[in-house]
T-cell receptor, first 111, second 113 residues
Framework: GQQVMQIPQYQHVQEGEDFTTYCNSSTTLSNIQWYKQRPGGHPVFLIQLVKSGEVKKQKRLTFQFGEAKKNSSLHITATQTTDVGTYFCAPLSGGYQKVTFGTGTKLQVIP | KAGVTQTPRYLIKTRGQQVTLSCSPISGHRSVSWYQQTPGQGLQFLFEYFSETQRNKGNFPGRFSGRQFSNSRSEMNVSTLELGDSALYLC????????????FGNGTRLTVT
């Protein structure tokens, strides 16, 4: 079955530093979604990537889908305290499949 | 548009009891999924319902069950509660399109003592 590794598990950064989390799958994906969960909150959809090599930007966040569609990354430029939370990737293999989530990367931003 | 509503927000039960959690999806969303979130296991998929039918199921024992009503509202039930069932239970709804984004509720925090 599909196995997803998300790294790192935890990341502490100084405010203003950059942050990157990676999601790696053992199988080829049809697309991948990213979610953010603030402390005490629920996951909130950020973006969906579909095409091989696709890059999408949302202000300071850059999302990338690998050429082989087996990995993805989320990069945050110049982190702010509002970026604190856990970032999950949710790789999808097509069709009405159950949506499974990566293990998540918990980001702490030190002011 | 109102978001996904889950009730109750908090619940304390004793081992061996059963519990029913409720979820009202966003209006127009016919797919409802349930997840269990714990610090050690992360977000684990329980099951997904569409048009009152269970379309997908995760790797949970038969003590975990669910259903969906004709108005798309969903309930999940856990029987014979165990201490390890203590978790945040999240419901998510989505449009009936392949790989539609999930919209989560605030969850029900279940504590089993």
């Amino acid at each position: 079955g599909q196995q997803v590794m998300q790294i790192p598990q935890y990341q502490h950064v100084q405010e203003g530093e950059d942050f990157t989390t990676y999601c790696n799958s053992s199988t080829t994906l049809s697309n991948i979604q990213w979610y953010k969960q603030r402390p005490g909150g629920h996951p909130v959809f950020l973006i969906q990537l579909v095409k091989s090599g696709e890059v999408k930007k949302q202000k300071r966040l850059t999302f990338q889908f690998g050429e082989a569609k087996k990995n993805s990354s989320l990069h945050i430029t110049a982190t702010q305290t509002t970026d604190v939370g856990t970032y999950f990737c949710a790789p999808l293999s097509g069709g009405y499949q159950k949506v499974t989530f990566g293990t998540g990367t918990k980001l702490q931003v030190i002011p | 548009k109102a978001g996904v509503t889950q009730t109750p927000r908090y619940l304390i039960k004793t081992r061996g009891q059963q519990v029913t959690l409720s979820c009202s999806p966003i209006s127009g969303h016919r797919s409802v999924s349930w997840y269990q979130q714990t610090p050690g296991q992360g977000l684990q998929f329980l099951f997904e319902y569409f048009s009152e039918t269970q379309r997908n199921k995760g790797n949970f024992p038969g003590r975990f069950s669910g259903r969906q009503f004709s108005n798309s509202r969903s309930e999940m039930n856990v029987s014979t509660l165990e201490l390890g069932d203590s978790a945040l239970y999240l419901c998510a709804s989505s449009l009936d399109r392949v790989n539609s984004p999930l919209h989560f509720g605030n969850g029900t925090r279940l504590t089993v003592t």
